[in-house]
């Protein structure tokens, strides 16, 4: 009778201590904020690697690339801030959205991104992203993505990544491990 009393006794404090550890855990674990990308102007746009990657990958981007040539390489400068405890890629694609008399949105690339695998930030860490845009009147707002890092610039992380380009290209819809953020709406 006394050992089944204290095995209860027991069983009652481990429990009141681990909902104590988890209750600590909850209160002292700052909530993971997606990136931001602000707005910061307009520049003329860099034509890098990545532009002739994106230009080759469809005939849609390819006409696309050809209009910025063509109307004079401007670029939607961003800062970009990854504000969470761990390093993440940020993809080298964007999705610009136009709203104004002829509602639209078009795809488009990171054109400072040094590598096909986008731009790689360390937490706490911010960089200046140039988003070419075409020209138009309204209210935009430009959608980027992200995924963790987990082993940086590590091969391991850049097959991951890259069978992850592989998944969506294929099947039109992000793995799990793809999220997005979204910059404010501004005038172009």
Not at 2 to 13: E, P, S, Y
Not at 55 to 66: D, G
Not at 103 to 125: C, H, K, M, Q, V
Not at 162 to 184: A, I, M, Q, V
Request: charged residues 20%; positive net charge; contains cysteine.
């Amino acid at each position: 009778m006394k050992v089944r009393m204290l095995v209860n006794v027991l069983l009652v404090m481990g429990g009141i201590f681990i909902a104590g550890i988890l209750l600590l855990r909850l209160l002292l674990t700052e909530p993971q904020l997606p990136p931001t990308a602000k707005q910061m102007g307009l520049t003329n746009g860099t034509v890098g690697r990545i532009t002739a990657a994106f230009s080759k990958s469809a005939p849609k981007n390819a006409a696309f690339v050809q209009e910025w040539l063509r109307t004079g390489t401007n670029a939607v400068l961003f800062e970009v801030v990854n504000r969470h405890k761990f390093s993440i890629w940020v993809f080298p694609y964007a999705k610009m959205d136009i709203k104004g008399d002829a509602p639209t949105n078009y795809l488009t690339f990171l054109a400072d991104a040094r590598s096909t695998f986008g731009i790689y930030l360390n937490p706490g860490e911010a960089a200046l992203l140039q988003i070419p845009e075409l020209p138009a009147h309204g209210l935009s707002q430009a959608t980027f993505s992200y995924s963790r890092s987990t082993d940086g610039h590590a091969l391991p992380d850049k097959l991951r990544r890259w069978w992850g380009e592989c998944y969506r290209f294929l099947t039109k819809k992000p793995p799990e491990n793809y999220h997005t953020f979204y910059s404010d709406w501004f005038t172009q």
